[in-house]
Antibody
Framework: QVQLVQSGAEVKKPGASVKVSCKAS????????ISWVRQAPGQGLEWMGW????????NYAQKLQGRVTMTTDTSTSTAYMELRSLRSDDTAVYYC????????????WGQGTLVTVSS | QSVLTQPPSASGTPGQRVTISCSGS????????VYWYQQLPGTAPKLLIY???QRPSGVPDRFSGSKSGTSASLAISGLRSEDEADYYC????????????FGGGTKLTVL
């Protein structure tokens, strides 16, 4: 069965960077892209971007351009999302999900990683 | 401020039918498929409806989706207590290089 297992919670100071991992299993990693979606406390879902696990092509949300980088390591079937210059409003649960290159939906989701940005 | 507009809350009694609306624009719902996700308390979202009205395997047929113009709806019939969750609509927006937009979510309470 498809599983996405994310790295553990992080606490960062404003201005720092965070890198969240998402290890996939149960399918051929390069067959699907990986999307990242975040959810601030008590708020809705926000799409951050997508990466092709096949060729590394990316599509980032405009508001995060320049601060976010998504990568994959096909040797370990792991996707990564790095967010730089963290601000307090980046505090959120970060989810990875398979799919997301339209019209493919976000099929399977990781358990989420809480990133807290606080001085 | 979410791009897609949903009512913040909805409610119903067991066995009832409830609908949740989602309103967008010509660049998203008006020209692309609508998707629905269910988020149970403290868990990750789960795909409920894709391509306007298709259910993934395992999703009961009590859940159905529809779309008309720039609006969409999720209907839940035979409401059950385990349906109490947050529901989010999503659509692809053709603006810029393309991106996903979500509704603000609707909290469904089963009375």
């Amino acid at each position: 069965q498809v599983q996405l297992v994310q790295s553990g919670a992080e606490v960062k100071k404003p201005g720092a960077s965070v890198k969240v991992s998402c290890k996939a299993s149960g399918y051929t990693f390069t067959s699907y892209g990986i999307s990242w979606v975040r959810q601030a406390p008590g708020q809705g879902l926000e799409w951050m971007g997508w990466i092709s696990a096949y060729n590394g092509n990316t599509n980032y949300a405009q508001k995060l351009q320049g601060r976010v980088t998504m990568t994959t390591d096909t040797s370990t079937s792991t996707a990564y999302m790095e967010l730089r210059s963290l601000r307090s409003d980046d505090t959120a649960v970060y989810y990875c999900a398979t799919g997301g290159w339209y019209p493919a939906p976000f099929d399977y989701w990781g358990q989420g990683t809480l990133v807290t940005v606080s001085s | 401020q979410s791009v897609l507009t949903q009512p913040p809350s909805a409610s119903g009694t067991p066995g009832q039918r409830v609908t949740i609306s989602c309103s967008g624009s010509s660049s998203n719902i008006g020209s692309n498929y609508v998707y629905w996700y269910q988020q149970l308390p403290g868990t990750a979202p789960k795909l409920l409806i894709y391509r306007n009205n298709q259910r993934p395997s395992g999703v009961p047929d009590r859940f159905s989706g529809s779309k008309s113009g720039t609006s969409a709806s999720l209907a839940i019939s035979g409401l059950r207590s385990e349906d109490e969750a947050d529901y989010y609509c999503a659509a692809w927006d053709d603006s810029l290089s393309g991106f996903w937009v979500f509704g603000g979510g609707t909290k469904l309470t089963v009375l």
